[in-house]
């Protein structure tokens, strides 16, 4: 008797990666904007530490609205932005994601005012995340900072990434 390990939703890397962002709300487009651009060229500078092959065949940025693969669950509004990337097909390349990702997001400087910053791939399988925590209750400043607790405490997890609360400050 021993044990056959399985995967219920074998993962099968995407072609795109994206980031998703929210600054606190009354932020001009115009920021957002700037800082969509600095995301985008944060990705070339990504693409580039891999010179072996380019990785990006093309990236869009999105003001004013965040992406995701199931268009019900998608943000809007002037402090949202996402800049969606296609890379070339996964096995055209020796890069993983995850390995793509972590380049993308070491490059990237976060401004005063920036209140999350999520870069992922697309899922597969049920939808949702893979870990979901819920805090209701009590007063709005404890329960960021209940969150914020939280953030950290997964984040020492290894494989963990993209980590997020989506409670506002303020």
């Not at 099968?12 to 932020?27: D, H, I, P, Q, S």
């Not at 990705?43 to 992406?67: C, H, M, S, W, Y």
């Not at 005063?112 to 009590?138: A, H, N, Y």
Request: no cysteine; charged share 25%.
């Amino acid at each position: 008797g021993g044990r056959l390990p399985f995967t219920f939703f074998p993962t099968v890397e995407a072609n795109l990666v994206y980031a998703n962002l929210n600054f606190t709300a009354g932020t001009p487009r115009e920021r957002v904007a700037r800082f969509l651009d600095h995301v985008e060229a944060a990705a070339e500078d990504a693409d580039a530490a891999f010179p072996a092959q380019q990785l990006i065949r093309t990236k869009v940025a999105r003001n004013g609205q965040t992406f995701r693969s199931d268009p019900r669950f998608i943000t809007t509004g002037e402090h949202f932005g996402a800049v969606v990337i296609e890379l070339v097909a996964p096995d055209q390349r020796a890069v993983r994601n995850p390995e793509f990702m972590a380049a993308w997001r070491e490059r990237i400087r976060q401004p005063p005012g920036l209140e999350d910053l999520t870069i992922r791939e697309p899922q597969q399988g049920p939808p949702g995340s893979e870990i979901d925590i819920r805090l209701d209750g009590g007063e709005p400043a404890v329960l960021k900072r209940a969150a914020e607790t939280v953030k950290e405490a997964l984040g020492g997890y290894p494989g963990d990434s993209a980590i997020r609360d989506d409670l506002p400050y303020g």
